[in-house]
C-alpha cells in the first residue's frame, strides 16, 4: 500500500508551496506546463475542500476560482474523489523518507523523535496537509481510503516504536507508547485548525516549543 501512495506522490509531485491559501488558483494560465496545472488544481481543490468541506465543493467551484472551464479540468483529473486521493497522498510529502530516517539509531532517539514530530507538524500545514486533517479519507471509496489510513498508521506505529525504544535504552520514561501517540497526535492535528500564517509562531517554531514540553515530560533526565 504504501509503495501505491508514493507512486502516487511522485506522479503529481509539488516542488513549492504556495504562498497563502488562495493563491493557487491565479496560477493557471497558458503558459503552465501540464503537470504545474495538474498541480495547481490539486492544490487549489485542496483549499477549497479545506474552506467549505469536501460534500459542498463543487468541480465547478474548483474551475472557477482557477479561471478555467470545469471541461479543461477532465485534461488533468478523473473526478472530484480521485482529486481528494492525491490530495491526501501529497499531504504525506516526504514521510516515507523522514520515517527511515528515525530509525538511524546513531542519533538520539529524543532527537529523532523531535525531528519526526518538526516534520509532521509541517507537512501537515501546508494546503495538503490542511485538507487531510480538516476533510480525512472517510469520502474515499474503501481501496484508495484504506491506502490513505494505512499510512496514517504508519506515521503513527514510528512514534509508538520511537516511545518503546527510548524507554528501553532508559532516555524515556516509562510510559504508554499507544497513549502517547495518541495524545500526540490530537495535539498536532489541531495545529492547522488555529495555526496563522500572519501568528508570530512558525509551524516549526510551534512544533519545537511542543516538543521541549514533551520532551521535559517524557525525559528520564533533567534538562
Not at 145 to 150: A, L, N, V
Not at 171 to 187: Q, R, T, V
Not at 194 to 222: C, P, Y
Request: proline share 3%; net charge positive.
Amino acid at each position: 500500500m504504501t509503495g501505491n501512495l508514493r507512486t502516487a506522490a511522485t506522479d503529481t509531485a509539488v516542488t513549492k508551496p504556495a504562498r497563502g491559501r488562495a493563491g493557487a488558483g491565479r496560477r493557471s494560465g497558458p503558459g503552465l506546463k501540464h503537470e504545474d496545472k495538474r498541480t495547481a488544481i490539486l492544490r487549489t481543490a485542496a483549499q477549497l475542500f479545506a474552506e467549505k468541506g469536501y460534500e459542498a465543493t463543487s468541480l465547478d467551484n474548483i474551475a472557477e476560482r482557477l479561471g478555467m472551464h470545469k471541461a479543461t479540468l477532465y485534461h488533468y483529473v478523473d473526478n472530484k474523489e480521485s482529486i481528494l486521493y492525491q490530495c491526501l497522498v501529497l499531504s504525506f510529502g516526504d514521510l516515507d523518507e523522514v520515517i527511515e530516517k528515525t530509525k538511524d539509531r546513531s542519533i538520539p532517539v529524543l532527537e529523532r523523535l523531535r525531528l519526526y514530530v518538526r516534520s509532521l507538524a509541517v507537512a501537515q500545514n501546508n494546503d495538503f496537509g490542511r485538507c487531510l486533517i480538516l476533510v480525512g479519507s472517510r469520502p474515499l471509496e474503501m481501496t484508495q481510503g484504506g491506502d490513505i489510513r494505512q499510512f496514517q498508521r504508519r506515521l503513527d506505529a514510528t512514534v509508538r516504536d520511537l516511545i518503546t525504544e527510548g524507554i528501553a535504552d532508559g532516555s524515556i520514561k516509562p510510559c504508554d507508547p499507544s497513549m502517547f501517540s495518541a495524545l500526540l497526535f490530537g495535539a498536532l492535528n489541531w495545529v492547522p485548525r488555529w495555526h496563522s500564517e500572519s501568528g508570530k509562531l512558525s509551524v516549526q517554531q510551534v512544533a519545537d516549543t511542543f516538543m521541549d514540553m514533551v520532551i521535559n515530560g517524557i525525559s528520564a533526565t533533567r534538562r
